[in-house]
């Protein structure tokens, strides 16, 4: 069935550091990818989107582009800040589906 | 605007006991779906309902249900509670149900059985 795997975390930076979080999927056909995050305490709140190959998706220095032939979607941003410490979930829409499909999470914490 | 809000925020109860947890989507919004997020762990989906008719099921046991109401909030019932049902439940709404649809989560009803 369709999964997403992401890296396992922590991810432990200081600010201003450069930020990678790894993602890759499974799936059939054109799934959309989504990237949430999670602060302490609240729901998610998605981040950025990407609803088909080669498309990126950016919002508040983050970064993230739907790569088909890797079947990837990796989280970036330049230059990080305290504020951006969170729980990060990589997630798929099937091409035919309704549900979201998660991955485990990276918790990402910047220190100052 | 307000978004999606859940209650209660907060909830502790017993093995075998029933339990309700409550939605109300964005207004205009059609879609809820409700997902369990277990420490540690990303959100799994249980349910979709959009239009009052349930259009997606997770792998989860008959003991959850749930159902939308004429004005699209949605109710996510758990009967026979047990120790591993203890988790987050966020509730997310959507204007549709299509792949391209942004979801948005409420704030979580965060549930304890002992």
């Known amino acids: 069935g369709d999964s997403v795997t992401q890296m396992e975390g922590p991810v432990t930076l200081s600010e201003e550091a450069f930020l990678t979080i790894n993602c890759t999927y499974t799936?059939?056909?054109?799934?959309?990818l989504f990237w949430y995050v999670q602060y302490p305490g609240e729901g998610l709140q998605l981040l950025l989107k990407?609803?088909?190959?080669?498309d990126k998706g950016s919002n508040k220095g983050f970064e993230a582009t739907y790569r088909k032939e890797t079947t990837s979607f990796h989280l970036e941003k330049g230059s990080v800040q305290v504020s951006d410490s969170a729980v990060y979930f990589c997630?798929?829409?099937?091409?035919?589906?309704?549900?979201?499909?998660f991955g485990k999470g990276t918790t990402l914490s910047v220190s100052s | 605007d307000a978004g999606v809000t859940q209650s209660p925020t907060h909830l502790i109860k017993t093995r075998g006991q029933h339990v309700t947890l409550r939605c109300s989507p964005i207004?205009?919004?059609?879609?809820v779906s409700w997902y369990q997020q277990v420490l540690g762990q990303g959100p799994q989906f249980i349910f979709q309902?959009?239009?009052?008719?349930?259009?997606g099921r997770g792998n989860f046991p008959d003991r959850f249900s749930a159902r939308q109401f004429p004005n699209y909030s949605s109710e996510l019932n758990v009967n026979a509670l047990l120790l591993g049902d203890s988790a987050l439940y966020l509730c997310?709404?959507?204007?549709?149900?299509?792949?391209?649809?942004?979801?948005?989560f409420g704030q979580g009803t965060r549930l304890t059985v002992v």
């Open positions: 799936a059939t056909g054109y799934p959309s």
């Open positions: 997310a709404s959507s204007l549709g149900r299509g792949t391209n649809t942004e979801a948005f």
């Open positions: 207004s205009g919004h059609k879609s």
């Open positions: 309902y959009y239009e009052k008719e349930e259009r």
């Open positions: 997630a798929l829409r099937p091409q035919a589906g309704t549900a979201l499909i």
């Open positions: 990407a609803t088909k190959a080669d």
